[in-house]
């Protein structure tokens, strides 16, 4: 009986901590902006900034033979919706000043025995000068422009054969199929980290203002001499910024799903688990930080360090982690999104089980355990000291 009256009076306190909290954030207007724009912003930024997809290359074509066979290669990319034409050159001169001012990305160079070649059965080179500055851009204008250049080849062979009443035969073909992102669009591949990344620094960095804002209005001793003992304190505290952080979750989705037509493939009920144990990570991160921290700008600078940076470059959010040095993958397991992300990717994209991600679970378990055993500690270690 004894056992269950302790449990009760706790359940009790943490409510009374967590009634404080929640009336401390009614009357800060400024923190509630925050939490709540804040998260939408980024989304909006991050998810129409940040876009890997190449289309609408500008193109600059010095077509030195100008047949209908020239024209008909030059229309077949114009026609697509990777390239945009955007100058006609007069001279191979021209093309260093075009792409020197960046008029244009790519120039085609069509030579002037282009067509006689190909209807003696020749073989002809046409010429991609790419800006290479940007080598991710231009790998993949690359593999535009040799794609577009195989069919118009295969095109090509197809009538001089059949004019001249041969069959042709192609004995392999090629059918490419994309699973879980078959447009192969960034921003599917993006919301999920940026969801990850939202509500880490939006929960580390609100929860680590808490303990901080206690220590500045002086009301942290009232706490100390009290009945409440320091994990009481603590769990009240993540309480209401965990129901916060939770509905910008469902919020952040909404706007994913209207904005970027980003639907969830997997179980609710698993991403709805998941989301909190990512959150309940996040929340002990941001108490640790918190007890550590003197003022609330140490505060909000250790959380923005902590959650912002790693979780942007370390987690596999932008940059994938198996192209890191195994030095820098090890120092990766630093942040929680980097597992959360996986989880994400897996329900939404994929819509895969907890099998596929069971060891992401221990991770952040062990991510919600260490910080709040930490930050407890230290916690009680302050208030014996007084």
Known sequence: MNSINKFLN????????????VRQLKRDFRLLF?????????????????NFDVKHIKLAVYDQEKSDL????????????????????????ESDKILDEKAAQCVLVIPNDFSRKIFSRQDVTIQFLIDGVDGNTASIIKNYVSMATFEMSIDISQQVYSRLGIKTHQPIAVEPIFWYNPSLQTTSFLVPGLISMIL???SVISISLTLVREKERGTQEQLNVSQLNSLELLIGKIIPYLII????????????YILFGVEVKGSYLELFLTTLLFLFSSASLGIFISVVSDSQQIAFTLGTFISLLPSVILSGFIFPIDNMPFAVQILTNITPAKFFI???????????????????????LIFALIPLILGTIISRKKMESI
Do not use: W
């Open 200 to 202: 880490l620094i939006t």
């Open 34 to 50: 925050v939490i709540f724009f804040f998260p939408v912003f980024l989304l909006v930024i991050f998810g129409y900034a940040i």
């Open 245 to 256: 952080a939770f509905v910008n979750a469902a919020f952040i989705l909404l706007a994913s």
């Open 342 to 364: 996986v989880i994400l990717r897996s329900i939404m994209l994929k819509g895969v089980g907890v099998e596929s991600y069971f060891m992401q679970i221990i991770y952040l």
């Open 70 to 93: 020239s024209r008909e290669f030059v229309n077949s990319l114009k026609n697509s919706e990777y390239f945009d034409i955007v100058l006609y050159l007069n001279s191979i001169q």
């Open 10 to 21: 706790s359940l009790y306190f943490i409510a009374a901590v967590s009634k404080k909290e």
